[in-house]
């Protein structure tokens, strides 16, 4: 079982460069809508990224997990509290979460490194 990320963000990453050559306009709403979201409200920042963190794994998203460790480990979240809220996301998606929580540990050790 291969838990690399390296390539999948690379590969997004151009085809999102794509997307906002397409449609400009689109892609800017998406990002302002992303950095609201992201941004200082009632929630705190540190918290949004520890739910993202845990959407991402739940609904099994290879490229929202790394970069939601990365601002996780930013915010100051430390490994075994966000091991601990990616069980949560086991928990609520079932057993084929895992793999995404191992995404999830996989990436939090390779950016601690």
């Given amino acids: ?55 991402g794994v739940s609904q099994k998203c290879p490229v929202c997990i790394p970069r939601a460790v990365k601002h996780c480990l930013d915010a100051g979240w430390s490994k075994d509290e966000m091991i601990e809220a990616c069980m949560v996301a086991v928990l609520v998606g079932g057993a084929s979460v895992m793999t995404y929580a191992l995404l999830a540990v996989n990436s939090i050790n390779k950016i601690r490194r």
Avoid at 1 to 29: C, H, R, T, W
């Fill in 1 to 55: 079982m291969k838990y690399g990320s390296d390539d999948i963000l690379k590969k997004f990453q151009a085809l999102m460069n794509d997307v906002k050559k397409s449609v400009p306009g689109q892609y800017e709403a998406f990002i302002q809508s992303k950095n609201a979201m992201t941004g200082k409200g009632r929630i705190s920042q540190k918290m949004k990224w520890l739910l993202l963190l845990v959407a």
